[in-house]
């Protein structure tokens, strides 16, 4: 492993971490209605508080990392009564040689109870989400003072259980402005290995659920997809198979359970709000949760504890999950970028296939691999290093695999793949 790697992952800190999550809970409740001046109690003190962490750890970035609220007033809907301002702190890590290029975590930092309405009862909140919370303030901490080549951003975001109106606005805002955000990562419950429902703990694993068909497709899009295929092969497809690559390593202490869903049935996270503006998202989430403990008031009934509490969490599990996290921003941010415009050529029939991309502008790029898989394999069989260019054509029938290109530099860190459309 990268030595900067290496030292990124010892850096990230449990006790700092249980210290993040035992502060958010201190906030009484987070939910998204609850005071937002009240300096102890509420959302808005939460929100001043991880501005404050976020702005303490920019101080040592030499001006590279900065932070933001960034609040707006959401109108009234189903779980909004009155129109209510939501805030979501930002820190950004600008990227050396491509800044342009940007790579998002979150957790939400807004929590709730049984009803989704009460905004005084006690909503700790500690594994939905402040455990995600966590993870991203750890994240900004350790690497607020490297240097990484591309742009990475540390946000907290608001109104998840309302309807994820925090991400939704952050992703709406990349959008408007034509950002290139080639991966975003929602850490969500994010809190603990142990369900404490009898079964047997499971503290080294964490799921990433990643979809196949992307939520944005067109009609248009769906319609070559019916034709050739490729429901395994969507851009957060890609970026799961990627994470499952470089993220398995000893050091982090964790497996990657890749889920091909968007999703846990009836639940939902801020990554959508990301894929439904067509960019790359999945979840990190537990192996295994415990309903009781989540969306839940505070109580004991029949000899059970219900509730969000901190007791529940495992903090050496949630270091872990960072560590994932860690390797995964860092490889994306340090290699090139995902190669853009790639094509397999169709403009006749032939035996064999020829791939055409645009070329990447960065500085330490040393060239593209094709890989490719039988249509009924899960993940890719084959590498082919095609060297610094911007076409091949490999004596393989396109008809009968599925292929995909990646860059690689020189340091030997490579891109997610990205799947060739036809080209006409
Ligand atoms: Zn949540």
Known sequence: MDPELSAILREIDQHRIQATVEKLASFGTRHTLSSQDDPVRGIGAARDWIFQELSAYAEKSGGRMTVEKQSFIQPVSSRIPVPTPITNVIATLTGDTSPARIYVVTGHYDSRVTDVMDFTSDAPGADDDASGVAVVLELARVLATRHSEATLVFAAVAGEEQGLYGSDYL????????????AMFSNDIVGTGDAHDGTAADPHTVRLFVEGVPTSETPDQASVRKSVGGENDGPSRQLGRFVAEVAQRPQTGMDVRVIWRRDRYLRGSDHISFLLRGYPAARFTEPRENFAHEHQNTRVENGVQFGDLVDFCDF???ARVARLNAVALWSLA????????????????TNSTTLRWTPGTEADLAGYEVLWRETTAPDWEHVLTAGNVATVTIDLSKDNVFFGVRAVDREGNRSPAASPQPSS
């Not at 992703?171 to 080639?182: L, R, S, V």
């Not at 340090?334 to 029939?349: F, M, R």
């Open 171 to 182: 992703a709406q805002q990349y959008k408007n402005a034509g950002a290139d955000i080639q």
């Open 334 to 349: 340090q290699a090139p970028g995902t190669p853009k415009g790639v094509v397999i050529d169709t403009t006749q029939l």
């Open 316 to 318: 050496g599990y949630i």
